[in-house]
């Protein structure tokens, strides 16, 4: 009885320890790769939303109170300027990569509108997955 007593008074061996923490370690790792994945995806789909909403608070609304589109010199401070849509950092409209949007009319992708478009992740024009160009629909 008093061995048994004494043997639980000692603790986890040095052992037990190592195995648990090789346990967090792979439960931490399994977290973070998941994670880590879903930040890029979450940023694509804030920029599509902010890209969506720009061109319809923003420069739709432009239009219908001025009767024109902002020309590409103006772009999208004009808008700000004219309380048509608010800032999200700085003053500025930036995206999640924290670069400012780009305001072009005539569109490149819409030639008879306007594009309002973020280039991604790399901030390069073209690109692939989180890397592509974001223009509005």
């Known amino acids: 009885m008093e061995a048994r007593k004494r043997r639980a008074e000692r603790g986890m061996t040095l052992i037990e320890i190592m195995v648990v923490l090789v346990i967090i370690g792979l439960i931490a790792s399994a977290v973070a790769v998941n994670v880590v994945g879903r930040l890029g995806e979450a940023k694509v789909k804030q920029a599509e939303t902010d890209v969506r909403n720009i061109a319809s608070q923003g420069v739709d609304a432009f239009k219908v109170m ?23 950092q700085g003053g500025k409209l930036v995206d999640p990569w924290k670069r400012e949007y780009i305001y072009l009319y005539p569109g490149q992708a819409h030639p008879d509108g306007f594009d309002v478009k973020s280039y991604g992740a790399d901030g390069q024009p073209g690109g692939d997955g989180e890397n592509a160009d974001i223009v509005n629909p």
């Open 66 to 88: 001025r009767g024109h589109y902002p020309t590409t010199e103006e772009g999208l401070g004009v808008l700000i300027n004219e309380k048509f849509i608010k800032p999200n």
